[in-house]
């Protein structure tokens, strides 16, 4: 007979005649166990009400119509489109959703995960970019298995697969392609020096930016050297910082040497060097063009007649900034949207597929020609 109080896995065990450790290995779905033995574990816990702890319930049920979205933050504009189109994508179907938030810490994301494994999401979706090392490689690897082998699924939702040969659907848009389009816009306008503000060495997104941006200028004809790249990171204050230390630093358009800037934040490269007298600003997201355009500003400059600024994402605020922005349109709403629609409509070849979405520019206000000068 039951306990009054809550249900322990040792009254499990007792009920259906086995160990603790088995009880456990057939709860938490990671090991072999004869189906016989796992059907008198499952219904010891039903008869028990075991139900009531919140891993047992979903795993004796088969798992909960539950999907789990991981966010960077949710104050971000982007992250905010993408869980929207998540909830509504899952909304639509009568799943639940659930959004937890990392503040780009890759260990805390891999924890949300963890907890989800445990209570029964059916899909866990890990949103934009991360920066990566083998160890991070390794445990998503071995997540997205662990989630299979339970009939779950990891969905890898703007960022590419640390391996192709996990069983994860990837879920993105081609940061690459529109970076090089944006620069491609600034170039045809008649900009030649043009700073890339907000890098992150080993970001996924930012990276593939930072190499849309080289592209486009060597495609233009100009050499390695006409990059430069600040590693500020994302985020407003991160764009304002940085902005208002480059035009600090001589890069601004009036006559000034070549300096480097002392912006990255810790533990990120040296910031290539601010090109005396640039011209242009394409800023890795649209938060960071926003404390940029401030900066610009704060300085006494205009823009575009003094400096062009471009953004990335066309978050809804963008042709509300002062000026209106020029910026790379993503789908984020549609991301969220793919990612549980694509999981769902075919889960027997969802596992390993990846999926593109595009991108395109939307011209506001914010780029003229290079105003003249030496």
Known sequence: MASKGRVTIREVAERAGVSMATVSRVLSGNHPVPASTRARVLRAARDLDYVAN???RALVGGGRKMVAVVLRQVTSPFYAQVAEGVEAEAAARGWLCLVGTTGGDPGRELEFVQLMREEGARLVILVGGVVEDDAYRERVAHYAQALASSGARLVLCGRPAPDPDIPALVVEFDNEAGARAITGHLLSAGHRRIVFLGGLPGNTALDARVAGYRAALAEHGLGPEAAHVVDCGLGRAAGHRAM???????????????????????????????PARFTAVFAGDDMVAAGALRAIADAGLRVPQDISVVGYNDIPLAEDFNPPLTTVRTPAEELGRAAVRIALRDPEHAAGAHHLLGTHIVVRDSVQPPPPGP
């Open 244 to 274: 208002t230390e480059l035009l600090k630093a001589g890069g601004d358009p009036g006559p000034g040497d070549t300096a480097a800037l002392d912006t990255a934040t810790p533990g990120t490269a040296t910031p290539d060097p601010a």
């Open 54 to 56: 919140a891993h047992a």
